[in-house]
């Protein structure tokens, strides 16, 4: 039975694509480009600057102008880190619930903490998550299972016991190796190339209310919250 659950950031806590899209758009206007459609971003909002620079300059990490880029590219994210980021819908009414059964529940990202941290902050969530394990915390980020295993450690509960939730591939990777139970946010940032199906994940959430349906058959949202 799962005693914690600990979640991906981008693409499965909040929808941070629109500030990101809107930081690359502002570089691409700096640099004499037209912006993306929203649409056109997001599936790549899971991959970091190094995803939406290939995205959106078709700039790779062996490219010269890609260190410059980068560094460009994260000080706009920084000048606006949370101004159109939400929480997804339902997962308000999630947190609330895991928390009032007793249930700790925590963040294991790749992104890095000089943005995680204040991100949370200004989402509310800072202090009432029991774990929040950045993308530079340990020496190996995800899909590596170690941050994963810090984020056991920390909060006390077993791999064994936790439930890890997050929309990338390398999400359930590292969930898999670290002997964590996986759960896949469909709702996040799926690429149409994606195949979720093929992952091994131990199920599929359409709804962040539905990661309850996993947990145990007396874990589940009232109806009424609409989730």
């Not at 056109?40 to 959106?56: N, V």
């Not at 980020?141 to 890890?164: D, M, N, Q, W």
């Not at 940032?189 to 979720?196: A, T, V």
């Amino acid at each position: 039975m799962t005693e914690a659950v600990l979640f991906d950031l981008d693409g499965t806590l909040a929808d941070t694509a629109p500030d990101l899209g809107d930081a690359l758009n502002r570089q691409r206007r700096h640099h004499g480009l037209p912006p993306l459609p929203q649409e056109t971003i997001r599936p790549h909002a899971s991959h970091g600057a190094r995803g939406l620079l290939g995205l959106g300059f078709g700039l790779t990490p062996e490219d010269a102008d890609f260190a410059a880029m980068r560094e460009e590219y994260l000080a706009l994210y920084t000048a606006d880190l949370c101004r159109l980021t939400r929480l997804f819908p339902g997962m308000t009414e999630l947190l609330a619930e895991l928390e009032r059964r007793g249930m700790p529940w925590g963040v294991v990202t790749n992104k890095p903490a000089r943005f995680t941290e204040p991100l949370l902050q200004q989402l509310g969530l800072s202090g009432r998550a029991a774990c929040i394990v950045s993308g530079d915390t340990c020496a190996n980020p995800k899909p590596h299972p170690e941050p994963l295993l810090h984020a056991s450690r920390v909060i006390g509960v077993a791999p064994a016991a936790c439930t890890y939730v997050g929309d990338a591939e390398r999400d359930i990777q590292a969930a898999l190796a670290a002997g964590m139970r996986a759960l896949v946010a469909a709702y996040g940032y799926l690429d149409r190339d994606d195949r979720p199906a093929n992952w091994q994940a131990h199920g599929i959430v359409h709804t962040p209310g539905q990661v309850l349906d996993h947990l145990s058959p007396a874990c589940s949202l009232p109806r009424s919250h609409g989730v």
